[in-house]
């Protein structure tokens, strides 16, 4: 018996159709079928879980996490995922908006939480992250870009992205890049002029961080991956001063 991954590969209903045909054809082959990140439609969905119940069929684990219909894209953009900034860890100096943005700003009268950034204009996002995500954020002027474990020290110059082993940045100027973990640091060029728009792409399980610059006409140009093995839930974090940044909303036809 053997295991069948197809996550990301723009399943459909149709597809699925095809999977079920096969397991009904030889029942005892497939002991798991990971179908995450594709679209199986309700269809789909009943044809293969029908398969679970059926005693004649070793099929015992089936995966179908995150089957939005914009996950048949191809690209990056399957694993697109909704971010929501943490007010509870974000620095007094920066002002949160709802539709995702965070702000330099002068002091705010934020109340005392042992989560905050105490010292660095930063904070964290809400969700915890150790599957396949993607997100993209739109910057003003200079910003670290980041993943962190929510164990990230709140106090001191020790906690800022990238200058400790419990996060990973990508610090972006206005000519270039630089990826920093651990206080080591690599300069990488930008395209002239130097994309305002920077994609991120995690792959938690298999330990890899991926970081894109992105043109106005939404070209991905490769940065940097850091390849890793992570021990912790993950979530996005962004530094910001005398800048702002946004998260980006991506739909299935236009990018916005």
């Not at 398969?51 to 697109?80: A, M, T, V, W």
Request: net charge neutral; glycine share 6%; proline share 6%.
């Amino acid at each position: 018996m053997c295991v069948c991954r197809l996550s990301g590969c723009m399943v459909t209903e149709e597809g699925c159709s095809y999977l079920s045909s096969a397991l009904s054809s030889n029942p005892s082959h497939l002991r798991e079928l990971d179908l995450s990140y594709n679209h199986p439609g309700q269809s789909g969905v009943k044809l293969l879980s029908d398969k679970l119940k059926d005693q004649n069929c070793s099929l015992k684990i089936l995966n179908l996490d995150h089957g939005e219909p914009f996950r048949i894209q191809p690209g990056l953009q399957k694993y697109f995922c909704d971010l929501t900034l943490d007010p509870n860890t974000a620095n007094t100096q920066l002002i949160l908006s709802e539709n995702g943005e965070v702000k330099y700003v002068e002091q705010q009268p934020y109340p005392d939480h042992p989560d905050r950034f105490k010292d660095i204009p930063q904070v964290l996002c809400r969700e915890s992250l150790t599957g396949r995500h993607y997100w993209e954020v739109e910057r003003t002027g200079w910003a670290r870009v980041a993943v962190a474990y929510k164990t990230i020290i709140k106090e001191g110059t020790v906690g800022k992205f990238g200058y400790n082993n419990k996060s990973w940045c990508l610090f972006c100027t206005i000519d270039g890049f630089v990826v920093w973990h651990n206080n080591v640091s690599n300069n990488i060029p930008a395209p002239s002029p130097s994309p305002k728009r920077v994609g991120v792409y995690l792959d938690w399980p298999a330990g890899t961080l991926c970081f894109y610059s992105i043109s106005d006409t939404h070209t991905l140009t490769h940065l940097h991956t850091f390849n890793t093995t992570f021990t912790e839930p993950l979530y996005a974090g962004f530094k910001v001063f005398n800048s702002s940044l946004s998260l980006c909303k991506i739909t299935q036809q236009t990018n916005n």
